[in-house]
């Protein structure tokens, strides 16, 4: 089992950053996929943003194109996600996953096999 811990989430100003991360308890975290989803007050869970384990290819929500990085270091088991321009939209619970098993994950929920318990995002207009 592997352990998911999130943090970097806060309040900030529409047209802000932040920077979130993502510390896993094992070293074979580096073998896995990972993604970040985010829960906004009374909807379900959305995809937000996915990276291989080697973090050579990365996978975008449309709503996060151009706006949102993802990326991992693998020395530090994190993976991070860099959220940029913030706007109200973007307010969540913001959630990392991980696939231990074999082959890549989407971005269906199911796909992923341990969760992180969120971090609070918050934009204020």
């Known amino acids: 089992q592997v352990q998911l811990v999130e943090s970097g989430g806060g309040v900030v100003q529409a047209g802000g950053s932040l920077r979130l991360s993502c510390a896993a308890s094992?070293?074979?975290?580096?073998?896995?996929?990972v993604g970040w989803f985010r829960q906004a007050p009374g909807k379900g869970r959305r995809f937000v943003a996915s990276?291989?384990?080697?973090?050579?290819?990365?996978f975008y929500a449309d709503f996060a194109k151009g706006r949102f990085t993802i990326s991992r270091d693998n020395a530090k088991n994190t993976v991070y996600l860099q959220m940029n321009s913030l706007n109200p939209e973007d307010t969540a619970v913001y959630y990392c996953?991980?696939?231990?098993?074999?082959?890549?994950?989407?971005?269906?929920?199911?796909?992923?096999?341990?969760w992180g318990q969120g971090t609070q995002v918050t934009v204020s207009s």
């Open positions: 996953a991980a696939r231990s098993r074999t082959g890549r994950a989407g971005s269906n929920e199911d796909e992923y096999d341990h």
């Open positions: 990276i291989t384990g080697s973090g050579q290819s990365t």
């Open positions: 094992r070293r074979s975290f580096g073998n896995y996929f």
